[in-house]
């Protein structure tokens, strides 16, 4: 049957959570800029935290909260989900991240209509892959979901892309990069005053590294950096800020190093509070073994601050090496140090890298960029519909 669109398509994107991951931070970023260009948009989020929902319910996004609770909860997920999809008749729905794109393509049993859209972020079955019966049927059925059930898929790198196409037989994924707002400006800080209630000075050659505590993000690999910098008779600190199953094992190994003094751990921040934090920050250091498209060097570009990261998954995608930031090989601490070695002592490095990944970001990957991608996209597969 033909569907003929008179007014403005009607989206809902679907996540997890709300937390502070780049996927989430991407969409309190995306949903505004959609809706401005003539979308309407609403966001379903299947369980806490909700963070970041007022920042879009002030932006004129329908927030919806699930309650979905922890675990898996299928039939509750689904009902739900399409109780919410009836009641509101979107033209499209669009998921980021597991659980959310398998409910997603589960609502298809139940529903024909609308189109259906999944954002792959991530590099997940890398980081889990799978080797147990478990982890082989989830995959399986991912195969036969994401295959049947889905209209268009799209990937956040060609990285990304890549990674899905081989593990899921995907012919067709659309690569869009994860969008900033570039109205965040560069402003000047206090870095004494910002610095201080984490216990550095405003001299201090101050390295922050924002992430979730897990093994991919490779903090161990800038604690043995730092330790051979001290070697060196270089002293640069270090600021980890984030949450995870490992903060515990990592304050011990900061401790069990003697680094207490010169890196300091704490929880996440506010979104911010944390752009201030690494607007008083000297360099960026992103040392991970796995990345999709990550956001917050990004937006550390944005805000003229270097970037010194690993060459893994869509990080080259994002910086160029030796003209908008620094890229090393994963996995290697002596080059990490040599590398924070060069930005320590060239305060003009700092500068030139630091204000060529802004123009990098505004130019590439601001939501002015990508939106004719998703307009593309969107009118794309709606036109499938009416066919």
Not at 155 to 177: D, F, G, M, N
Request: with cysteine.
């Amino acid at each position: 049957m033909s569907r003929h669109y008179t007014s403005a398509p009607k989206l809902l994107h679907i996540i997890e959570h709300l937390g502070r991951g780049g996927a989430e931070i991407a969409l309190v970023y995306l949903l505004p800029a959609l809706r401005a260009c003539g979308f309407h948009c609403e966001l379903a989020i299947l369980r806490q935290p909700y963070e970041g929902d007022q920042v879009l319910e002030n932006a004129g996004i329908v927030v919806h909260h699930l309650g979905i609770g922890p675990g898996w909860s299928v039939y509750r997920a689904l009902g739900k989900l399409v109780s919410l999809i009836r009641r509101r008749e979107f033209d499209i729905i669009h998921a980021h991240l597991f659980p959310a794109t398998f409910y997603c393509a589960m609502t298809k049993a139940l529903l024909a209509a609308p189109r259906r859209v999944v954002t792959f972020h991530n590099l997940d079955y890398d980081l889990f892959p799978p080797n147990n019966l478990k982890r082989k049927v989830m995959k399986r059925a991912a195969k036969v979901l994401m295959r049947h059930c889905i209209d268009a898929h799209v990937a956040v790198s060609r990285s990304v892309a890549e990674h899905y196409r081989s593990a899921l037989q995907l012919e067709s994924i659309t690569v869009i990069e994860n969008a900033l707002n570039t109205q965040m400006n560069c402003t000047d800080v206090d870095r004494r005053w910002i610095r201080a209630p984490y216990g550095f000075c405003g001299e201090d050659f101050l390295m922050i590294m924002p992430c979730r505590f897990v093994l991919e993000k490779g903090h161990r690999y800038l604690l043995e950096a730092i330790e051979l910098l001290r070697l060196r008779g270089i002293c640069a600190k270090a600021l980890l800020l984030g949450r995870g199953p490992l903060m515990e094992q990592l304050v011990n190994d900061v401790s069990k190093r003697g680094l207490a003094g010169d890196v300091k751990v704490f929880p996440s921040l506010p979104h911010d509070k944390l752009m201030q934090v690494i607007q008083a920050s000297d360099l960026f250091v992103m040392p991970s073994t796995h990345e999709g498209f990550p956001v917050t060097p990004a937006e550390a570009m944005l805000l003229g601050i270097p970037v010194l990261a690993t060459s893994v998954g869509g990080i080259p995608e994002l910086i160029e090496n030796g003209v908008s930031g620094i890229l090393v090989e994963p996995k290697n601490s002596t080059v990490l140090a040599d590398e924070i070695c060069r930005f320590f002592c060239d305060a003009q490095l700092r500068l030139r890298i630091g204000g060529n990944g802004r123009k990098r970001v505004i130019g590439n990957f601001s939501t002015e960029a990508l939106l004719p991608r998703w307009q593309r996209l969107y009118g794309d597969v709606l036109s499938q519909s009416s066919n």
